[in-house]
Nanobody
Framework: QVQLVESGGGLVQTGNSLRLSCAVS????????MGWFRQAPGKDREFVVH????????YYADSVKGRFTISRDNAKNALYLQMNNLKPEDTAVYYC???????????????????WGKGTLVTVSS
């Protein structure tokens, strides 16, 4: 059974950085398209970024483009999200997700992913 465990969240001030990690077990990062989503209090789960299984192409939400960077270390079976220049509106629980056979038109849809972590909280103070 594939399990995803996020870590690295915390409380930071506006303009600072955080690096989230997602440890994968029961499967390999090279076998899945992977992504990060986030959910702020009272809001729906929101797409942040997707990393294609093949080719390493990345797709970012406009709100994080230029500030966040997704990466994958297949040797460590881990996914990362480097978040720079954080803003209060980035405050949310961040979730790692993995899926098989995710078509491009579905990468922003949480329903397109098979596996989810439990999330890690990121709080950005102004």
């Amino acid at each position: 059974q594939v399990q995803l465990v996020e870590s690295g969240g915390g409380l930071v001030q506006t303009g600072n950085s955080l690096r989230l990690s997602c440890a994968v077990s029961g499967g390999t990062t090279s076998s899945y398209g992977m992504g990060w989503f986030r959910q702020a209090p009272g809001k729906d789960r929101e797409f942040v970024v997707h990393l294609r299984r093949y080719g390493g192409h990345t797709y970012y939400a406009d709100s994080v483009k230029g500030r966040f960077t997704i990466s994958r270390d297949n040797a460590k079976n881990a996914l990362y999200l480097q978040m720079n220049n954080l803003k209060p509106e980035d405050t949310a629980v961040y979730y790692c997700a993995a899926g098989s056979g995710i078509i491009l038109s579905n990468i922003r849809n949480p329903g397109g992913y098979n596996y989810w972590g439990k999330g890690t909280l990121v709080t950005v103070s102004s």
